[in-house]
């Protein structure tokens, strides 16, 4: 499958530098390279003061004005200026690679490589290279500072990288929170936005926002012309996380990196390489998500046993405490994660489907989770007595679902990072092969941020040991998603964002959230959003709370187990989520009792979570989106289309079907007098036959969405 082509040879590079730069004149001619179809263009040059530069254009149109790049340390003069250049390389190289889970099966991996390096004029005569791999979806570009004499171990203080805007654009940013990512998404222009703003999230048991002028990335903007732009960083390995300041009189946004606490932001020894810095551009919005830069920018599969590693649907004892219907712990007499409570889920697991049951709160230590006091209350083995963990897993093996274990940490992962190792090893011994990781709560010791380096490392550190003990980690409180499930396939999902859980306890999720994150969150990987709630109001059931009651009953009760929160989405929006939010784990989010007998679960029991192959049909950031994904396994496809609160009305041609294949498309709708806040639960389910070709109508409530599955005949 590897073909490379060398496009152009070092020679040919090297002779016009040397045609074009007179020794210690400084005058480099800008290189140009195109992207394999020519559709995106770099330059990179050389200031007068030797500093180096990039640009980047869609075909002709300048997307990124000219930007610089520098590096700044503690103990040395900075690498920033006074550069000259030493070699250019540019190589062409298209291959494909596969993967066992994704959006798609396979991948291409098209792009031109520029290399530069670069030598100090001054007497120090530091050596810095860049690399530049220009794609026709986007541009990655990193430092790479080799081993030499002058440059050993380092204290970058600033990674002085610009990326330069060419208008005010539109926005869709959270702030550059160094703790945590789980905020309401704001769209503004560049020059509004207002980081500072959001300080002081009484939801949030962490949040650090130090720069009221910066965000988080991936940041996702449109110009005028329409054209769609985010950046973001890939491979964030040993380095901190890259928030984006933003100079509003020149807009102009350059990195801003998560610091230690003594102020530096990354402890180096050469040879070392940054994370790559990425502008995704796309002429529409659907491109960003059918890019891949972000995982071709990361280093092919490293693990060799990849026979644990299995996309799954699961249920969870979980969304019952974020109701306040059970507890994490044994406090109050409600404890959820019971021997019994755990077999019930495995049950109702086993008779739909699903893969896996996660189980919180089956260890001790929970009574202390949050607050001041939770410093050492784990161990993450130890079971409260009324869970046998041996006959739960066992129990799940007679019925083919695996346990999903958990390691919530309460932010103490100084005693984590301890016991992992013991911890990973002690699932692996019982057969469990999936963990949820959690990082709730400032860090202990305190003297680190989630998004800084220690963490960036302690994070990789805990895939590696998960690898080494056939472990999947879904991480929450995680670090963003940079690509790394490429080199990691057991890093199955994460979660970075404001999830579903945030409708049970805060302020809630608005009906326009979900379209915002498919642009700009799920850009660096997959989302554990554990979407499906379809008791959208929360209401309580009137009727006996069990597996097989007669569920006309349940939504009867005008009482809601969390009076003031809710979901605002109709019924079929959540079922169109599961594809519209792509994670190779999704979990059927609400308590069984809420799916029993109910008509439109059969789509989840339906929907697939890997895939051929993947497509987004339509979109506008924050407004409306309709994607479309292929089984991996079968002819089937799926469709997921949601919208904010206005309502839509779209044709649809069904130009992505197999061609010569008869499909049954079960279609479950928004009803006619569905709405997200006053009628949610309205939906119907309607059934046809279709072919490739044929057209579809799809209406959406406000708030709404709709799901389809085509059924190859
Ligand atoms: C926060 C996680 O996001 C949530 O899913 C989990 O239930 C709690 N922490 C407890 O670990
Ligand atoms: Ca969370």
Redesign the pocket.
Known sequence: MKNLIKAFILLGMTSMYWACQPSGEGAFEPVTVKSPSETLELNFFLSESGRPGYMLYLKNQVVIDSSFLGLEFKNSAPLMENFEVLTVDIEGISETWERKWGETREVKNDYKHLKVSLKEKTADARLLNLSFKLYDDGLGFRYEAPEQNGLGEVEIMDEKTEFKLTGDHMSWWIPGDWEIYEHLYTKSLVSEVDAGAKRNNEFLAQTYIPDPDAVNTPYTMKTEDGIHISIHEANLTDYAGMTLHIDKENLTLSSALVAWEDGTKVKAKTPFVSPWRTIQVSPNAGGLIESNLIVNLNEPNKLDDLSYIEPMKYVGI?WE??LGVSS?GMEGGKHGATTENAKRYIDFAAENGFGGVLI?GWNTGWEQ?VGDEREGIFDWQTPYPDFDIDEVVAYGKEKDVQIIG?H?TSGDVGNYDAMVEDAMAFYNEKGIHAV?T?Y?GTLIPPTHYHHGQWMVNHYRKVVEVAAKNKIMVNA??PIKATGIRRTYPNMIAR?GLR?Q?FNAWSDGNPPEHTLIIPFTRMLGGPIDF?PGIFNLKLSKLTGKVGMHEDRDTMFESEESYKPDNQVSTTLAKQLALYVVLYSPIQMAADLPQHYEGHPAFQFIRDVVVNWETSKIINGEVGEYITTVRKDRDSDDWFLGSITNIEPRDFEIALDFLDEGKAYQAIVYKDGADAHWDDNPQSYEIEEMEVKKGDQLNIKLAPGGGQAIYFKAK
């Open positions: 979980w405490m974020h994490w919180e989770w958990h919530e949820k959690g709730v929450h409180e979660e999830g859980e554990t």
